[in-house]
């Protein structure tokens, strides 16, 4: 963690982070937990068992960290494909605290089984399951906030975050892709118009090309990434304890925001001191290529790795 960060105080929060066994999740509560909230950690990797595809990372290990760094967390096991697994989770929340001042929808399994067919394919040489992969997360996006509204309209008061990614007019390199991400923003465009005279917020937000476990993979094999604009997990993290905290925060609801122009409009800097610019794919790959890429490093390490079992 960087000292030089102040976390703002969001002790008393109720959070739920969704997806949060690793990557943008994990870093999302790890911020949530410097900032003193209670963070709900929810995904399919425990402790003890299998993790998905393989990759480090559990709710356990990220809840662990967040009561570390002065939060307080706890890990649910929970499918944000299975509509029982997360009825389960807001009926807990509803008996352990009865209210939900943040949920943060990260959960995506839209990078899955990338070994097994080009990511980056024409929409008519997809295979189905991909598809499936990503309407199963945008849905998830959907339930999840559909639960979380009764437990902030009490209050009047609350924050919807969809991890999302578009880039204006630019096309994303996927046809199904393209169009998810897009139904993501406009899923909280829709929120933040619905909920307004309620007094809660609801936002799409942007990270930029952020390191995480699958990337930090990648870049083993190929020896180097681009340094320039990545961006740690947790940066994403701060930006929303930001947001979270912000009394124009109804100013902006409906919007979708970058983590970046975040950044630099609350002052807050990455675990490294530098401050990221808001993520542009003009004049780089596309996304999807550049997933694509590094999916394929991954999928050949893990291979290898699983040879020399």
């Known amino acids: 963690m960087n000292a030089d960060w ?26 949530l937990g410097d900032a003193g909230a209670k963070v709900y950690v929810t995904g399919r990797s425990t402790r003890g068992a299998a993790t998905t ?32 697994d997360v009825e389960a989770l807001f009926e807990r929340i509803t008996a352990e605290d ?20 080009r990511f980056d394919a024409p929409f008519w040489k997809q295979p189905q399951w991909r598809y499936d992969l ?6 998830g996006q959907f339930v999840a906030s559909g639960l979380a509204v009764p437990l902030m309209l009490p209050d009047k ?32 465009l829709g929120m933040g118009h619905e909920l307004r005279k309620h007094g809660v917020a609801a936002v799409a937000l942007h990270p930029g090309f952020v390191r995480t476990e699958r990337v930090e993979a990648a870049w083993d094999l190929l020896g180097s990434g681009p340094a320039q604009v990545v ?24 919007q979708r925001l970058a983590v970046g122009d975040l950044a630099a409009r609350y002052g807050f ?17 596309t996304l999807a290529a550049r997933m694509e890429r590094l999916n394929r490093v991954v999928a050949t390490a893990g291979a290898a790795a699983g040879a020399n079992k």
């Open 6 to 31: 102040k976390a703002p105080d969001l002790r008393g929060t109720v959070a739920l982070v969704t997806g949060a066994s690793r990557g943008v999740g994990r870093g999302v509560a790890l911020a």
């Open 98 to 117: 009865g209210r939900l001042d943040l949920l943060v929808n990260n959960a995506w399994a839209g990078y899955e089984r990338s070994d097994e067919s």
């Open 157 to 188: 008061r609350g924050l919807i975050v969809n991890i999302s990614f578009t880039d204006g007019e630019v096309y994303l390199g996927q046809a199904a892709y393209d169009m998810c991400k897009t139904a993501s923003d406009r899923l909280a």
């Open 134 to 139: 990503f309407a199963a997360s945008l849905r």
């Open 53 to 84: 595809e393989g990759l480090p990372g559990t709710v356990d290990d990220t809840a662990d960290e967040v009561t570390a760094r002065g939060g307080t967390g706890v890990a649910v096991r929970c499918d944000h494909t299975s509509d029982a």
């Open 231 to 254: 961006h740690s997990p947790e940066y994403v993290g701060r930006a929303i304890a930001s947001l979270a905290v912000d009394p124009e925060l109804m100013d902006v609801t409906g």
């Open 269 to 285: 800097t990455d675990v490294d001191g530098r401050r990221p610019p808001a993520f542009k794919l003009e004049g780089r790959m």
